[in-house]
């Protein structure tokens, strides 16, 4: 079972790891439940998703790609399954900084080699990338990047 903590744990941690960041997108975002949580903590936030019921935040419906407009100062993603990887591309093409907490890989991955190969990514397109662990059950490590740190 989710731990149900776990949009609140990670946005406190984007707020304190990344107190500058303002505008937020929150790549294949389910409900809307992180938004909801980073716009509890003053910063606003764009959810993509495909997902026809949603939570009354700002919600794009749609999937998200490297062309979207970069109007965001981080991209982020929870359990953003086959997303996950173009979150990090995305950041590194706009030079914005990323958080994602991984969960399945887009290859058929094991989860060990799946975050090894995550961060790989994210240094290989000139990011300084750290772990952090979230204090919850389940998929908690998350992986961080950005430009010149």
Known sequence: MADKRRFD???ELLVTRFPEVKRVFDVAGGMGKLNEALVARGRSCLTFDRRHKHLPVEYAERDFTLDEPCTADAVVGM?????????????????????VVPCCSDNSMPYK???????ELGTSLGMTVDEVTLPMEGRARVII???GV
């Open 9 to 11: 744990l990670f946005a």
């Open 113 to 119: 080699p799946w975050m090894r190969h995550l961060a």
């Open 79 to 99: 359990h953003a399954d086959g997303a996950t990887r173009v979150i990090i591309e995305y950041a590194a093409k706009h030079g914005l900084p990323f958080a």
């Open 145 to 147: 990047g950005q430009r």
